[in-house]
């Protein structure tokens, strides 16, 4: 993290990041806007304080293998996402599912356009092995934008030399639970884990990326203009 001054107050960076507005506040974190200021691109950035996320042990409802997470709108054909209407955060939408064997999870077929996120798959087999997402680019992709579609690469651990990203890339996993419905809340993200169709196995995948700076976690989210209509980029 590094700071610029300017004329008449101090702007806060994380990473290429410039913090701004308040945009909102939930029961665990603070929302901001933000901006990055090589290409202007909007972001929204949720800061959560770590002693909270401790205090509240946010950390350890984060399961221990990755999660899936797939936002509104990326439904591969099949796949019925079942919506949590009870969380404003655009990563609250739904979820994922798959097997205990955490067998390479790839696709070949599915091409998300709108996502948010990065690396969505989506496999209708009864199966899980060696499917792989190589050719998985959906062109909305802020994250995987921003990661260079490598998921091992996190945003602000590139720009934020030293610091390591703590929960970045929750990628692709699989739980084998045919009929078991999970609800998880990690970093105010409700996570709702399905398994649909008894054997038949889905999967969404996304990079999420949680830099651990100071006493603070900063989480970076496509900005969501329709939540706050009223912001003003300046
Ligand atoms: N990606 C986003 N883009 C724009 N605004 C956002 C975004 N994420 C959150 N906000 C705004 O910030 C507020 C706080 O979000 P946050 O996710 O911290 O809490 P919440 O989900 O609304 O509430 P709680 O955590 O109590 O369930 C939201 O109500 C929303 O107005």
Do not use: W
Request: proline residues 6%; aromatic residues 6%; contains cysteine.
């Amino acid at each position: 993290m590094e700071s610029g001054t300017s004329k008449s107050k101090v702007k806060r960076h994380v990473g290429k990041y410039e913090l701004r507005r308040t945009i909102g506040e939930g029961t665990f974190a603070k929302v901001r806007f933000a901006m990055n200021i090589e290409t202007g691109e909007p972001v929204a950035i949720k800061i959560l304080d770590k002693e909270k996320v401790l205090k509240h042990k946010l950390v350890e409802q984060l399961p221990h293998t990755p999660i899936n997470i797939s936002l509104a709108g990326d439904k591969p054909q099949g796949v019925h996402n079942v919506q949590d209407k009870s969380c404003h955060s655009p990563l609250s939408k739904k979820v994922s599912l798959l097997g205990d064997e955490p067998s390479e999870v790839h696709n070949g077929q599915d091409k998300p356009r709108h996502s948010c996120l990065s690396k969505n798959v989506s496999l209708a087999g009864d199966e899980l092995a060696g499917v792989h997402n190589a050719q998985d680019k959906p062109s909305h992709s802020l994250l995987s934008k921003l990661a260079g579609y490598k998921p091992s690469h996190s945003l602000f651990s590139e720009t934020v030399p030293g610091d390591k990203p703590s929960h970045s890339l929750l990628t692709m996993q699989a739980h084998l639970r045919p009929f078991i419905t999970c609800r998880q809340k990690f970093l105010g993200i409700d996570i709702t884990i399905r398994a649909l169709f008894g054997m038949k196995i889905y999967a969404f995948c996304c990079c999420i990326d949680i830099q651990s700076i100071g006493n603070q976690y900063f989480h970076l989210l496509p900005f969501a203009q329709y939540v706050t209509q009223s912001i003003r980029v300046a």
